[in-house]
């Protein structure tokens, strides 16, 4: 009388484990296919970038930044976020901004970071409000004049970013 349930259970498990191996199979599938899309998607955007695209030149410094479809490589993030940032391209930007606050593949630079937050500012809300905190943070520490060189370093660098 128990040999039928020991038969019925054993059956049961198996199909458990084979249910948890095409379970990973498919995960494996699922994650080969994400490569291949980013991978291509990084070949596209290496093309597109090359023609001179703002926002594919953007987009190709995150696949470089983040490591999405191509090594991660700080130096070429750095590369392809200028070529956008200096065609005007808002995000790229403030990106840029970002990478001289935080230190990321370039020198620390809180000129350069809100010289390129002070471009980005107008058409991207992050980058303003980037702007706004560091302006704020930074007067609070400085003397009034010391405070306003800053501020017109700012506007000048801006000033030449725009002209390059």
């Not at 620390?108 to 500012?121: F, G, V």
């Not at 058409?123 to 004049?145: G, N």
């Not at 010391?146 to 000048?156: D, G, H, K, L």
Request: overall charge neutral; charged content about 30%; aromatic content about 10%.
């Amino acid at each position: 009388m128990i040999l039928p349930f020991v038969i019925a259970n054993e059956i049961a498990l198996y199909a458990i484990e084979k249910d948890k191996e095409r379970d990973k199979d498919k995960a494996a599938a699922v994650v080969l296919e994400e490569k291949l899309s980013r991978k291509s998607r990084f070949d596209e955007c290496q093309r597109l970038a090359s023609s001179g695209d703002a926002a594919m030149r953007h987009e190709l410094a995150f696949c470089y930044l983040h490591g999405r479809g191509a090594t991660r490589d700080i130096v070429k993030a750095i590369f392809w976020l200028r070529k956008s940032a200096r065609q005007g391209f808002a995000e790229a930007q403030n990106e840029l901004g970002l990478c001289y606050y935080n230190e990321i593949g370039v020198k620390y630079d809180k000129t350069e970071a809100c010289a390129w937050w002070s471009l980005a500012a107008p058409a991207h809300e992050q980058a303003k409000a980037s702007l706004d905190y560091v302006v704020a943070d930074t007067e609070k520490r400085l003397t009034k004049e010391a405070f306003s060189e800053f501020i017109e370093t700012v506007r000048r660098r801006a000033a030449e970013i725009k002209i390059q």
